[in-house]
């Protein structure tokens, strides 16, 4: 990769990452950012750092083993990355926030382990589809790892209980789309409790995935 372009993936992550806390999709320190490099490597938002105030330069590089290479140490939820990474060879980048709504659809009672969120919206099923639940780890747990590979090959977003979802995409941009796309979509659930909204079918659903297919 030249340096020109980790230069514009580094100025990426900062700008993306502070719109997401601007908007209040992230808070404090949680929260993190991954992009694939070329050298099969990865950029990684460094451990204790506000998305708001990312510095480009300072951002971790990690080696094609996931080991830090480079700039500050990385994030301590980088094992969550790998995990995704290693059953997703077509994604790019991979993007974890303990965003509100979206915890809170990951505490409710009764949600579907094996689809968290309804097909509430077309753009829902087209970049996320079905959201499984992984069951709660203490953070920073290897197991957490195990349970998120478990489930990545089959899905590009898994949401864990009590703590956040984990998003990955073929581009940065994209995964922060799906992100978003989440969350809101989280919102909507909550709004819609005990209303019994109509939800899309499982035709239109099928529908969606034949014409819009996800990584
Ligand atoms: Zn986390």
């Keep these: 990769m030249s340096l020109h372009d980790e230069n514009r993936l580094r100025e990426q992550i900062a700008t993306l990452g502070k719109s997401l806390f601007d908007r209040g999709l992230t ?15 990865w950029l990684m938002t460094p451990t204790n750092a506000c998305l708001g105030r990312l510095d480009p330069g300072r951002i971790s590089r990690l080696d094609r083993d996931g080991g830090w ?7 301590k939820e980088s094992f ?17 926030l303990h965003s509100t709504h979206s915890v809170a659809v990951s505490c409710l009672p009764g949600i579907d382990p094996c689809d968290c969120i309804p097909p509430l919206t077309a ?6 589809g079905k959201l499984p639940l992984v069951p709660y780890h203490i953070p920073g747990d290897e ?3 195990d349970a998120v590979k478990g489930l990545a090959g089959r899905h590009s977003a898994v949401l ?12 940065l941009e994209a995964a922060v789309y799906a992100t978003e796309e989440l969350e809101e979509t989280a919102k909507l659930f909550l709004l819609l409790q005990g ?15 034949a014409r819009y ?3």
């Design 69 to 75: 290479k480079d700039g500050d140490k990385p994030t």
């Design 123 to 128: 753009y829902y099923v087209m970049r996320v």
């Design 80 to 96: 969550l990355h790998m995990a995704m990474y290693a059953e997703r060879p077509q994604s790019e980048a991979i993007v974890h």
């Design 160 to 171: 864990l209980a009590n703590h956040g979802p984990v998003v990955a995409g073929k581009s």
């Design 213 to 215: 297919p996800r990584d």
């Design 143 to 145: 197991s957490l790892g």
């Design 195 to 209: 209303k019994n909204p109509r939800a899309l079918t499982p035709e239109q659903v099928a529908e969606l995935e």
């Design 27 to 41: 808070m404090g320190s949680s929260g993190n950012i991954s992009v694939r490099t070329d050298d099969g490597g």
